[in-house]
């Protein structure tokens, strides 16, 4: 037992993609590229929105969180695997891997909470306009938020915790480009029946009931444009409708694939290619999809622009 103690505590190698690495340059770049414009779309959201009174509305203060939460979420994964496809190395401490997998699950959670929080939010503003001031304020949002982060912790908490608590007795290879929790539980030499279904539950419990309230409110919000009697209102609504429902689609899709299943042994690759979808692909089409196509912000963003030529203009002068 002292023995694997001592090797877990020395840590474990990410595999990575091991048939791509002859290409470790080139996706180097292209994640680099991507994890840059995920990280500079999402701060502009936050930035605009706490600078321009006319965007502190419930609407943006929860975009605005929900986009600096994507940034966290993305930096537990992203800055790692860089410096797996440039360097090479792919040993991760114990320390440092308890860190990221908690991160990764902890931050993830809150988005799916969030994004289960801003379908209400869309919901109460499209369906019930007249009860919206009185119901959404600037204290609800933080009760919200503050509610979907010590569940998140709650939930997360204790599950990797029993993670890192079992036995590794080798190899400490992780076929996966983080330290995700399916593939460690299946490195341990312990009995695990009890800590898969732990894992299969909460992750199941985190990522259903977000969808599940993420329908309820969508639906009724299509019902309601449907009944919308200018064809151009209509056309305008599903739209919008239409891109935050492909964002939302890929996030759970991918996620459903990888945790909604008891057994996680088969698939492991596919799940690397999937776990992509959400550290890669959905962050960097969030700040599009939700904010940069809105007027407002268009219009905060000029004003924003106009500012600042004007200052330096002054500072010419």
């Not at 993305?74 to 990221?100: D, E, W, Y």
């Not at 299946?186 to 259903?208: E, G, K, N, Q, Y």
């Not at 919308?228 to 996030?251: G, Q």
């Amino acid at each position: 037992m002292e023995v694997r103690n001592e090797t877990v505590i020395r840590g474990f190698i990410l595999e990575g993609f091991p048939t791509i690495q002859y290409l470790g340059n080139i996706f180097f770049l292209v994640h680099l590229l991507a994890y840059v414009a995920s990280i500079t779309g999402n701060m502009v959201i936050i930035i605009i929105t706490w600078v321009d009174y006319r965007l502190q509305t419930p609407m943006y203060i929860l975009l605005s969180t929900f986009s600096f939460f994507e940034c966290c979420f993305i930096t537990t994964v992203i800055p790692k695997l860089l410096s797996i496809f440039l360097s090479g190395r792919q040993t991760i401490s114990f320390t440092a891997c308890v860190t990221q997998a908690f991160s990764f699950l902890f931050y993830g959670s809150i988005i799916f909470f969030l994004m289960a929080v801003m379908s209400l939010d869309r919901y109460l503003a499209i369906c019930k306009p007249l009860h919206y001031p009185t119901i959404m304020n600037l204290k609800t949002c933080f009760l919200l938020v503050m509610a979907c982060c010590a569940l998140s912790f709650s939930l997360i908490t204790g599950l990797v915790v029993k993670v890192f608590r079992l036995s590794f007795c080798g190899p400490h290879v992780i076929p996966h480009f983080f330290c995700d929790l399916g593939p460690l539980i299946h490195l341990s030499c312990s009995d695990t029946r009890s800590i898969d279904m732990l894992a299969f539950v909460l992750t199941s419990f985190i990522l259903l009931t977000s969808l599940i309230i993420t329908i309820i409110a969508y639906s009724n919000i299509v019902v309601t444009i449907l009944q919308l009697p200018s064809a151009k209102e209509k056309k305008k609504a599903f739209s919008t409708c239409s891109s935050h429902l492909i964002v939302l689609s890929l996030m759970y899709g991918s996620c459903v694939f990888i945790y909604v299943k008891p057994k996680q042994t088969n698939r492991m690759d596919s799940n690397r290619e999937a776990a992509l979808v959400n550290t890669v692909v959905t962050p960097l089409l969030n700040p599009v999809i939700y904010t940069l196509r809105n007027k407002q912000v268009h219009q905060a963003l000029r004003d924003a622009l106009s500012w600042v030529r004007l200052r330096k203009q002054s500072f010419r002068g």
